[in-house]
């Protein structure tokens, strides 16, 4: 049976920028809360010890050793599972020695990823890669004055070019400004889901 957790009126019901920002800096919890998320179930201390332990030293679960879990399994029950429970996130029984998230936790979708993938470039970044791609192929072939490309003047490519970077700095700007306040853009969102259709 899930653990349920009752609003008092000393607990928010929503998050601040501030309690999610302070959460989701330490790496351990955002492990913990990503692994929570998948599982979608309770989970006791042990198991999300362990899971935890093998995403850290990027070893099957079966292969984590005692001392690895353990430091894991203090830190958590000392510290992170603590904070995470107080703030409303997640309730974690201590008799019972068992986890679960609290509809709260949804609100950190949109600003968790998988931890436990490798680093890889952002949508922005690939993003401009591919716009500097297509400017250096566009002034390639405006310099061998292939038709038709011969037809527009040099200028008209350069200006089609810096707009083309303005544009896309503008909706840059935009859409980190409208993240921090904790929404994402439409522009986010495709270049999100236009990344996960390539990894598919």
């Given at each position: ?18 309690a999610i ?6 790496r ?31 070893i ?21 599972l ?58 390639s ?60």
């Open positions: 049976m899930s653990v349920q957790r009752v609003f008092t009126d000393d607990k928010a019901e929503r998050l601040t920028k501030d920002y302070s959460m989701l800096s330490n351990r919890r955002r492990l913990v809360l990503n692994h929570l998320r998948r599982t979608e179930a309770d989970i006791s201390v042990r198991d999300l010890s362990e899971a935890v332990a093998a995403l850290e030293n990027d099957d679960a079966s292969e984590v050793t005692y001392k690895q879990r353990k430091r894991v399994y203090t830190s958590l029950h000392q510290t992170h603590p904070k995470l429970d107080d703030v409303g996130v997640l309730v974690y029984d201590r008799d019972r020695g068992i986890i679960s998230l609290t509809p709260l936790a949804t609100e950190l979708d949109s600003f968790l990823v998988d931890a436990d993938e490798p680093p890889r470039p952002t949508s922005w970044s690939v993003y401009y890669l591919g716009l500097s791609a297509l400017s250096i192929v566009l002034v072939l405006a310099w061998t004055r292939v038709f038709p490309f011969s037809l527009v003047p040099d200028l008209g490519y350069g200006l089609l070019i810096g707009v083309g970077f303005a544009v896309s700095a503008a909706l840059h700007v935009y859409a980190e400004r409208r993240t921090e306040a904790g929404e994402v853009p439409r522009v986010v969102a495709l270049l999100t889901d236009s990344r996960r259709r390539n990894d598919d």
